[in-house]
Every structure is written in structure tokens, then in C-alpha cells.
């Protein structure tokens, strides 16, 4: 089925997205806990330095406005004290970032895992509607937006929130009217905060999911490189991504200019503050209201009561970015599952091939149904071969078959047991599969080879790959069998593969076999060939075989012809040829010069 184009879509809830962030990090909440308490201990000694420094130009002013010389015994003791509170400060502040980094880097590991495994447990039908590319960018991009985002907002948030009380506290111990003129700082800040919070939010989350839209159309771009240069699609291909990256690059820039606003609104409003604060202290120091080292380290904590409202201003757009990417991460892992396989299941012992497709109905739409009331019986051994037009349900009833969907009524049997009672993975082991799409990981020819069979010998190898004519040419290969190839590998052709992929399922000698357009990409010589090895290897075993070319399943013992989803005649070649109906039409259609 073609794959449509994921669309944007706005969160659901993102108090649910947080609430599922918090639950999966339960694992590390020691750890997490014990940041916080080093976090809260390193920013308090670091609060009391100003103070302290405070003292030092206080006792500086009075012993030498006494004495006439500074008392440099008091201020080395103030200075010592001062040294290890910052050093203390230090030590604290690294062990936090280190528990932390374990704590993000371990829970990064737990998602790309989650992913992965969520990937084995999704139905096919998931993956014939979503782009692949959206699914690595979530595993990539998302997850590492995540862990490199995450350390500094649990270490900030606290930080600021810790540095913010503390530092107020400070203040007012030192003077109320002071205090109460910076106090009307925050109101404002966080005001402008939220307004420019929400506008960052709604960019960031297109921006993440345009991204995965892009990531897409670059992968498939990539792989479709001799199609598109085929048919001079470069120019519109380049536009189609030119369009992508410009949405891409507005929604960011917006994202970015909404989030960096904030700074320089902040910013004005704490240099006003500050100004009066100057300007009302120095009157106060003058009146002798207040001490000279009073006012220095209530200046000091002033600077540094406007260094959290601007963390937090900064990292909030860094929230909503991360948590826009950990709804994209949970919003996959929270997709359903396949439905899951029966307890107790049934089991064959002991195969015969023998498969009933009994008034099967099937839709991958409900609005559109493609398979109508299809039964037929095939008899243990039998070759069966699938024909029809574009669109008839070929290819649907070996989805039916292999149980990656499951017929909406009537069922599948094999050997009289019901697949739909069986485990999905007991029904594939029964089957080999040879598809007209190649599929080859990186690895070596003979690991590819042993994919299906890892506990094959060399010999059985062998055995297949001379069977299916692709022998000679891995022996002409540099390493031989040892050769390490890729899906992409631009040293094998498309028939070298696909005569790979046939002798795969040789070694893997499974009781039944399916073919579909297993010869397409193979030359007639290579195709003879393989029609030949492919009659051993299926002979006394039950296969079934879609094909256009038909006269690649002239000796099949039973041909079924399918159109609009339903049996329409079914028998031997000679036999449809006698009553000179649709499989006819077609036939003579492909020989119509013969």
C-alpha cells in the first residue's frame, strides 16, 4: 500500500507528556534526588560569598578608619572562609552534573531500546501508513534532544528556583525597602516569560515535526537516486526539499527569535531595577542607614537575583522544545500494539502444507474492501500460483497468509489449524519468502545468507547458492562469501541480489515456500535458472507464486485468477486456456505477437 504523508498534528496533553517523563525516570529518582540535594547545597555555600565579601569591605573601611591600618588578620580569616565556600561550592556543582549525566544518558539508552523493541512489536499495517524517516528522527533526533536538553533543565530549574529564594532572602536580611524595589522585577519578567513561552512552544513543535518530514524525503530521495536522475526529476526533487527546509528553516528562526526575546526584555527591566537600587543604597549608606559593605553585597546579590530570572526565561523555550520532542518519542511508544497472539496457541508438529483460505473477507480501509468471500483448499505439495491485474489482492493474501493481517471474517487454516490460533511467529517459520523487493543488511554474503537459518553449515550454503546460479559470482567476489556488502551496494546488480535473497530461503528450507515476483529483476536465461532450482527445492512442498509473466507458472498445479479481490477461475494452464476466459485474455495478451 502506498505510505501517506505524515501530517502535523498539535499535543494532546502535555501535562500527560510530563507525567510520562517523570514516570519513566522512576528508575533513577535516588539519583535525581541526590542532584538536587548537591544542586540546593552547592548554589546555598555559593550564596553566602557576597555576604562574606561584604564583611571583608565593612571590616576593611572600619579598622582603618579606627586604626588608620587594615586589620589584615580578620580579612585573611574572611577570605579563607570565602575560598572554601566557593571550592566547596565547585565540588558539589561537579558531582551533580556527573549524577546527572548518568541519569540522562542512561534514560536515552532506555528510550532508543524502548524504541527499538516497540519497532518488533508494532503491526505492519503501522508501517504501510507512516514514514520510516519520521520514525528515525524521533529515534535520533528526539531521543538526543532529550538527553543533551534534559541535565541542564534539571539542574537549572532547581538551581534558579534554589538561587531565586536564596538570594531574596539575602536581601531582605539586609534591607526591606531595597528588597521590595527588586521584588517588583519578577511580575513583570515572568509575564513576559509565559507571552513569549507559547508563541516558542507552537514553532517548536512544527519545527520537530517538519524535521521528520524532511529526514524522509532526504532518505527516499537518496535510495530513488537512479529513478529520479531516470526520469530528470533532480529539479523538482531539489524544490520539493528547497519548500521542506524553508518551512523548516522559518519555523526554527521563530522559534529561536520568540525564545531569545525574552533575554533582552529582561534584561532592560533588571538594569532599571538595579539603577534605583544604586541610586536608593548609596543615599542609605550615606545617611548611615546601612554599612558600605552592605550595599556592596546587596549590589552583588541584586546582579545575581536577575542571572535566575534569566535562566529561566532562557530555558523555558528549552522546556518546550524537549518536551515537545519527548511527546513525538511517547506519542510512537504509545502507539497500539499487534493484537496479541492467543494463550494457549495451537502448534503443528509434524507439516503437511495443506491451506484452506475458507470465505475470507478483508479490507485494509473498511470503506474499501479488497478481498470478498475468497475460500479455496490447496492440497500438501501443491505449486499455486496467484495471477491477476494491478490491484486484484495478490499480494494481500500472502499478507493474509504470512498473518501480518488478520482477515476481518473467515479464516486461514494450515493442516486444519486455524493461523488465527496460532503464534504470528509459528506461522512465518513455516513459510520461506522470496519478494520482489530485495532486502540485504550490512554484513558479510554468508551472514546474509544464514539470516533466516543461523545454525547452517558452509556445505548447506553451498548447496543453495549453487542451486540458485549465484555461487560462481560470489566466488568471483574479492573475499568470496566473507565479502561484506550492504543493502545499497552499488557493486551487486538488482538480479545479483535478488538471486541472493532466493538462496536465502533455500538455506533456510522451510516446510512451504512464497514466491512474489521473486523473478522480476533476473534475466530469461538466469530466470530459467532459477525456475529450474526452484521446482527442486519446492518439490513434495506447498508454495505459492504471484506473477505477471505468466509463462513462469505454466507447470503450476493449480493457477488462481484474481480480480477485484475475488477468485474468478481457477485450474491447470491448459485448462484456463480451454475455457478461453480472463486468464486467457490475459495470457494472450503477453504473446500477443507469439
Known amino acids: 500500500m502506498p505510505r501517506p504523508m505524515s501530517l502535523a498534528t498539535k499535543p494532546k496533553n502535555f501535562g500527560k507528556t510530563v507525567r510520562n517523563l517523570l514516570t519513566n525516570l522512576k528508575p533513577w529518582r535516588v539519583l535525581i534526588i541526590a542532584s538536587m540535594i548537591l544542586t540546593v547545597a552547592s548554589v546555598i555555600l555559593a550564596l553566602f560569598g557576597p555576604m562574606i565579601l561584604g564583611q571583608v569591605t565593612t571590616e576593611a573601611v572600619r579598622s582603618y578608619t579606627e586604626t588608620g591600618a587594615i586589620d589584615w588578620g580578620v580579612i585573611s580569616s574572611l577570605m579563607i572562609q570565602l575560598i572554601l565556600l566557593y571550592v566547596g561550592s565547585s565540588i558539589l556543582n561537579y558531582l551533580q552534573g556527573a549524577a546527572l549525566s548518568v541519569v540522562t544518558e542512561s534514560y536515552g539508552k532506555q528510550l532508543r531500546d524502548e524504541i527499538i523493541k516497540k519497532i518488533g512489536q508494532l503491526p505492519v499495517s503501522y508501517f504501510d501508513k507512516h514514514q520510516f524517516g519520521d520514525t528515525l528522527s524521533r529515534m535520533s533526533n528526539d531521543v538526543d534532544a532529550i538527553t543533551q536538553s534534559m541535565a541542564r533543565i534539571l539542574s537549572e530549574v532547581i538551581s534558579d528556583i534554589v538561587k531565586l529564594i536564596g538570594i531574596f532572602v539575602m536581601m531582605m536580611v539586609i534591607s526591606v525597602p531595597l528588597s521590595l524595589v527588586a521584588l517588583l522585577i519578577l511580575p513583570l519578567s515572568f509575564l513576559s516569560i509565559s507571552q513569549l513561552a507559547k508563541k516558542a512552544q507552537a514553532y517548536f513543535r512544527t519545527n520537530r515535526t517538519t524535521?521528520?518530514?524532511?529526514?524522509?524525503?532526504?532518505?527516499?530521495?537518496?535510495?530513488?537516486?537512479?529513478?529520479?536522475?531516470?526520469?530528470?526529476?533532480?529539479?523538482?526533487?531539489?524544490?520539493?526539499?528547497?519548500?521542506?527546509?524553508?518551512?523548516?528553516?522559518?519555523?526554527?528562526?521563530?522559534?529561536?527569535?520568540?525564545?531569545?526575546?525574552?533575554?533582552?526584555?529582561?534584561?532592560?527591566?533588571?538594569?532599571?531595577?538595579?539603577?534605583?537600587?544604586?541610586v536608593m543604597g548609596g543615599g542609605m549608606v550615606i545617611s548611615g542607614k546601612l554599612a558600605i559593605g552592605s550595599i556592596q553585597a546587596f549590589i552583588q546579590y541584586v546582579s545575581q537575583f536577575n542571572q535566575p530570572i534569566q535562566g529561566v526565561s532562557q530555558i523555558a523555550s528549552n522546556i518546550q522544545s524537549t518536551l515537545a520532542a519527548v511527546e513525538r518519542v511517547y506519542g510512537f511508544l504509545e502507539e497500539p500494539d499487534e493484537t496479541p497472539d492467543p494463550e494457549p496457541a495451537l502448534t503443528i508438529s509434524d507439516v503437511r502444507g495443506a491451506v484452506e483460505f475458507n470465505h475470507v473477507d478483508f479490507a485494509y480501509d473498511p470503506a474499501k474492501p479488497i478481498i470478498r468471500d475468497f475460500s479455496v483448499k490447496i492440497e500438501p505439495g501443491m505449486q499455486v500460483a496467484i495471477v491477476g491485474p494491478t490491484g486484484a489482492g495478490k499480494t494481500t493474501i500472502i499478507n493474509l497468509l504470512m498473518r501480518f493481517y488478520d482477515p476481518q471474517s473467515g479464516y486461514i487454516a494450515i493442516d486444519g489449524v486455524p493461523t488465527r490460533e496460532m503464534k504470528r511467529a509459528d506461522v512465518r517459520k513455516l513459510f520461506g519468502m522470496v519478494l520482489q523487493d530485495t532486502w540485504l543488511f550490512s554484513g558479510t554474503i554468508e551472514e546474509n545468507l544464514r539470516y533466516g537459518r543461523p545454525n547452517a553449515t558452509h556445505e548447506d550454503i553451498l548447496r543453495a547458492t549453487k542451486a540458485s546460479s549465484i555461487h560462481h559470482f560470489i566466488e568471483s567476489l574479492p573475499h568470496g562469501y566473507k565479502t561484506e556488502i550492504a543493502e545499497d551496494s552499488d557493486n551487486i546488480s538488482a538480479g545479483e541480489k535478488q538471486l541472493l535473497t532466493i538462496a536465502r530461503a533455500m538455506v533456510a528450507n522451510p516446510p512451504m515456500m512464497i514466491l512474489d515476483e521473486a523473478t522480476s529483476n533476473v534475466d530469461t536465461r538466469t530466470e530459467q535458472l532459477i525456475q529450474d532450482a526452484f521446482a527442486k527445492l519446492t518439490k513434495g512442498r506447498t508454495s505459492f507464486v504471484i506473477a505477471h509473466r505468466l509463462s513462469t507458472i505454466r507447470n503450476s498445479d493449480l493457477i488462481l485468477v484474481m480480480r477485484d479481490g475475488a477468485i474468478v477461475e481457477q485450474g491447470k494452464h491448459e485448462e484456463l486456456l480451454a475455457m478461453d476466459g480472463f486468464y486467457a485474455e490475459l495470457y494472450n495478451s503477453q504473446f500477443a505477437d507469439s
Open 211 to 278: 524535521l521528520g518530514e524532511l529526514n524522509s524525503s532526504i532518505e527516499e530521495d537518496y535510495a530513488g537516486q537512479s529513478i529520479i536522475k531516470a526520469n530528470s526529476h533532480e529539479m523538482l526533487s531539489a524544490k520539493k526539499f528547497e519548500a521542506q527546509n524553508q518551512r523548516l528553516f522559518e519555523t526554527g528562526w521563530k522559534a529561536q527569535f520568540f525564545s531569545a526575546l525574552a533575554f533582552p526584555i529582561i534584561h532592560v527591566l533588571t538594569n532599571l531595577g538595579y539603577a534605583v537600587i544604586c
